[in-house]
Each structure stands twice: as structure tokens, then as C-alpha cells.
């Protein structure tokens, strides 16, 4: 029997943003060219909590950054 994978709670945490934009999205809130960059931004940092390389606290507040810069369109798309 294979033992279940523990992802940190940053990452879960991280999930919840990932829902949040494609929920905007739907909406209208965001373009989807503002969808995918922030959704780019948001799996960077899923990897790094993944990593450990980022605390999840961290994490959030920085997805939540995010996502408030890409519903004001202010969220650089060319990074």
C-alpha cells in the first residue's frame, strides 16, 4: 500500500487562489490574457512552497497580491 502524498499547506492554500481567478474569469472580471499570467504566477508559487523554498504564509499573501493586481489590471503580463 502506497502511502498518500502530503502536500504543504501553502500549496493547498495556493489552490484556493487557482479557483479564484478562474472564477473571475467566468465572471468577467479578469481578461483571459490577465487569467493566464496570474495563473503563471500562482503555479511559480505553488512550485516554491513545494520546494520549500517558500514559507506558506509567504504564499499567500502573495497569491493574494496577485490576484488583486490582475482583477485591477495592473498585473504584468509580459513577465
Given at each position: 500500500m502506497q502511502a498518500p502524498t502530503l502536500l504543504p499547506v501553502g500549496s493547498l492554500l495556493v489552490e484556493l487562489f487557482l479557483e479564484q481567478v478562474a472564477s473571475a474569469e467566468q465572471a468577467g472580471r479578469l481578461t483571459p490574457v490577465m487569467a493566464v499570467a496570474a495563473l503563471g504566477h500562482l503555479y511559480g508559487l505553488q512550485a516554491k512552497?513545494?520546494?520549500?523554498?517558500?514559507?506558506p504564509h509567504e504564499a499567500a499573501r502573495r497569491a493574494a497580491q496577485i490576484v488583486d493586481m490582475a482583477e485591477r489590471g495592473a498585473l504584468d503580463v509580459d513577465r
Open positions: 512552497v513545494r520546494q520549500a523554498a517558500l514559507l
